[in-house]
């Protein structure tokens, strides 16, 4: 298998005219995210600063209600900080209206979930060729690149099947070729593995490492320390802080 270089150079210039090539990719300065009010207010997550360059790869490990899954989505563009600052490859998105953020999502960001979240009515090559329906991509090319992504993956052979004829770890894969599809700046995955297999979630995992050695950048939120020690850089949050941020130990010389 192999991978193409995803850079995102057009998605770049579109966000801002005037970047420089160093910045990173995610910076987060101080920003909190705070659900309900008085006696039910939550601090989900609690004055985080975090700095994430382009071609990393991170995982984001916690206790279950550490607040992973809300930093996701603001680094996601799902969700915005209720204060705190948030600039995506150099652009302040902390502050941006629903429709902007959407359309700033959609063009940078690529999302693996658990529970793969494929439209069942779809088939494989349908689901993949989904996100480049809004992007201007004439039709045929968009066939080619869904198939030349699902082949990535390995799945060259399953282009016209519907995600209930795939195993978990080839619906996971199809997920996969959905999320990099439109060459994303990142790609974040909430518990890419949480639903499958030893041996699929192994796939997965090479499949992430391939990605990430083709230059993509990457955030996975994993529970396994097993999973985030293919990752190069593990954060871990705890109660809405970051606790630590260390060199994964596959990072370091063996
Ligand atoms: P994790 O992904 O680490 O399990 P979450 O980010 O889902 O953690 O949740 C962090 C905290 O915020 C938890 O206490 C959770 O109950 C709370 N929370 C998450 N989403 C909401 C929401 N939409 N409304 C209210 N509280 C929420
Ligand atoms: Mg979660």
Redesign the pocket.
């Known amino acids: 298998m192999t991978v193409s270089a995803h850079a995102n150079h057009a998605q770049t210039s579109e966000m801002n005219g005037a970047i420089a090539p160093t910045q990173p990719v995610v910076a987060l300065n101080e920003i909190s995210r705070v659900?309900?009010t008085g006696e039910a207010m939550?601090r989900?997550?609690d004055r985080m600063s975090l700095t994430i360059q382009r071609g990393e790869y991170c995982a984001i490990m916690?206790?279950?209600?550490?607040?992973?899954?809300?930093?996701?989505?603001i680094i996601g563009c799902l969700d915005r900080p209720s204060s705190g600052r948030y600039r995506l490859n150099g652009v302040d998105v902390s502050q941006l209206g629903k429709n902007r953020l959407a359309r700033i999502r959609n063009q940078n960001i690529g999302f693996v979930f658990q529970r793969y979240e494929l439209l069942n009515s779809l088939t494989a090559l349908e689901n993949v060729i989904l996100p480049m329906m809004y992007t201007g991509i004439g039709r045929s090319q968009r066939r080619q690149l869904a198939a030349d992504a699902l082949g990535r993956m390995g799945l060259g052979h399953r282009l016209d099947k519907r995600p209930p004829q795939l195993s978990g770890g080839q619906q996971q894969r199809v997920a996969i070729a959905r999320a990099i599809v439109n060459r994303p700046l990142i790609l974040l995955a909430?518990e890419p593995t949480g639903a499958l297999d030893t041996h699929s979630a192994e796939a997965v995992m090479e499949i992430f490492a391939e990605l990430h050695q083709a230059g993509i950048t990457i955030v996975m939120?994993t529970h396994s320390h097993e999973v985030a020690c293919y990752s190069k850089r593990i954060i871990q949050?705890s109660d809405?802080r970051i606790l630590h941020d260390r060199v994964s130990p596959a990072a370091l010389p063996q």
């Open positions: 659900y309900g939550v989900a997550c916690g206790e279950s209600g550490s607040g992973k899954t809300t930093l996701m989505n909430d939120v949050v809405g």
